[in-house]
């Protein structure tokens, strides 16, 4: 069986995760697919950094925003499929982890049903970059045995349940949910998690002006608008958040707590 990273095989496409922002957390596999990239298709949030591992290759950016998305994934999906028919090494780049809320698999199944060979290179996903840049542990044997993660998109929230991936000894990774913080944090209340549970905003971790910001759970809308935190950022519920500055948050996030009794 060819490799899809041989250099002698022509048209083909491998998604490859960037990791959550940092070139250095690139794995080798990444960099080598870069390298022999004829095309790269990716995101927006991508650091230029990582594209200059690809410098004669061609680059086009299918960024998306919340409010306005440049191409529908279906148009994404026929644009690397036209590239791969011509006889170029795709490389479809995306931030994070492509089978993480990326839709990796929605362009594997598309490049596969056309018939054309297609490969996966993993990344670090923004969930576990993130945290460890802030030194927070997602899980610990004292303090939470389960890990979740879950989409935070307004559109939808009311629908989605969630009920017990938050609470004593579980940790809850909100994916794009900045923007809709405040509702989040009434969804879990409503769904009996405690107001004073601690949470963490980790802010363009791994990256210059990366912020890990700490409150409580009944304070998480308000202290997104406080500080005019944006995407991209991921939310942390959960009693790990007070393992990051032990001693110091514990002592600030009672006196919070008090606060709001």
């Given at each position: ?140 044997r004292d303090w939470s045995s389960a890990v979740s993660f ?43 998690v405690a107001p004073e549970m601690p949470v963490a905003v ?60």
């Amino acid at each position: 069986m060819t490799s899809l990273l041989d250099p002698d095989a022509r048209g083909r496409v491998i998604l490859v995760g960037a990791g959550p922002g940092d070139p250095g957390l690139l794995t080798l596999r990444a960099v080598e697919a870069l390298r022999a990239a004829d095309v790269v298709v990716h995101d927006g949030l991508i650091d230029p950094r990582v594209l200059d591992y690809a410098p004669d290759a061609q680059r086009i950016s299918v960024a998306k925003t919340r409010a306005r998305h440049t191409l529908p994934q279906e148009a994404i999906n026929a644009l690397i499929i036209a590239h791969v028919r011509a006889g170029s090494i795709v490389v479809r780049l995306k931030g994070g982890d492509p089978f993480v809320f990326g839709r990796g698999g929605e362009e594997v199944e598309a490049v596969r049903a056309a018939g054309l060979p297609v490969e996966v290179v993993p990344g670090v996903s923004a969930a576990l970059g993130c945290a460890a840049d802030a030194m927070l542990p997602l899980t610990h044997r004292d303090w939470s045995s389960a890990v979740s993660f879950v989409a935070g998109q307004c559109k939808g929230l009311s629908e989605q349940n969630w009920s017990g991936l938050a609470g004593k000894g579980r940790t809850l990774v909100i994916y794009m949910g900045v923007s809709c913080a405040r509702l989040i944090a009434d969804k879990l209340m409503a769904d009996g998690v405690a107001p004073e549970m601690p949470v963490a905003v980790l802010e363009r971790g791994t990256l210059e002006g990366s912020r890990a910001l700490r409150t409580l759970l009944a304070d998480l809308g308000g202290m997104v608008e406080r500080e005019a935190i944006i995407s991209p950022a991921i939310i942390v519920v959960g009693e790990v958040v007070l393992l990051s500055d032990a001693q110091n948050r514990m002592a600030a996030l009672a006196r919070q707590a008090e606060n709001i009794a």
